[in-house]
């Protein structure tokens, strides 16, 4: 069975703290994805990596950057938090064709 | 306007009812088409999955698609209660390395037993 798991169910952070968010998958994916989602908005794709050290903005990387440095752990850092990335945090991994696997995801709330 | 446009429901319907549920999209190059389905507080997991235009069949789900009129729908045969979940329409054009997705906001289902 696939796994994907992400290093908390629920995280409350303070403005202008920096967060760490951590994904880890057990199935030796190429492909890594964070998204997040919100009501009425959906999943919309923040950063991805197609391999090792490598990757490329998604549709809203504003106020995000993310790491790589092994194959089976992708990290989504907030610089400095702000209350409108409040959100649900997902982390998705996939071969280069296929399907995408997700993670139970991260409820971040930024006060 | 959204690439991807979902009816967000609620939807609640009785067990044993068929569900349909629905998305239209405005880019003509979408060529893979999925639905996933979303258990609360859990990650959405892969439900169908389609190439281009068709129906394809799983159990009491069926997916259909129809690229002319860029509309696409989920189709559920006598409904359970444990199909109660929020349902997100995906789409992809495949290119480079990583097959990117375009979801849609999701709707919310609610199967009364």
């Known amino acids: 069975d696939v796994k994907v798991t992400q290093s908390s169910r629920y995280l409350v952070k303070r403005t202008g703290e920096k967060v760490f968010l951590e994904c880890v998958q057990d199935m030796d994916h190429e492909n890594m994805f964070w998204y997040r989602q919100d009501p009425g908005l959906g999943l919309r794709l923040i950063y991805f990596s197609y391999d090792v050290k490598m990757k490329e903005k998604g549709d809203i990387p504003e106020g995000y950057s993310v790491s790589r440095e092994k194959k089976e752990r992708f990290s989504l850092i907030l610089e400095s938090a702000s209350t409108n990335q409040t959100s649900m945090y997902l982390c998705?991994?996939?071969?280069?064709?296929?399907?995408?696997?997700f993670g139970p995801g991260t409820r971040l709330t930024v006060l | 306007q959204k690439e991807v446009e979902q009816d967000p429901g609620p939807l609640s319907v009785p067990e044993g009812a068929i569900v349909s549920l629905n998305c239209t999209y405005s880019?003509?190059?979408?060529?893979?088409f999925m639905w996933y389905r979303q258990y609360s507080r859990k990650g959405p997991e892969l439900l169908m999955y389609?190439?281009?235009?068709g129906n394809k069949e799983d159990g009491r789900f069926t997916a259909q698609v129809d690229k002319s009129s860029k509309y696409i729908s989920l189709f559920i045969r006598d409904s359970q209660p444990s199909d109660s979940a929020t349902y997100l329409c995906a789409m992809s054009v495949a290119s480079g390395s990583a097959r990117q997705l375009t979801f849609g906001s999701g709707t919310q289902l609610t199967v009364l037993p």
């Open positions: 880019n003509s190059a979408f060529q893979y």
């Open positions: 998705a991994s996939s071969p280069p064709i296929g399907e995408q696997f």
């Open positions: 389609t190439y281009s235009s």
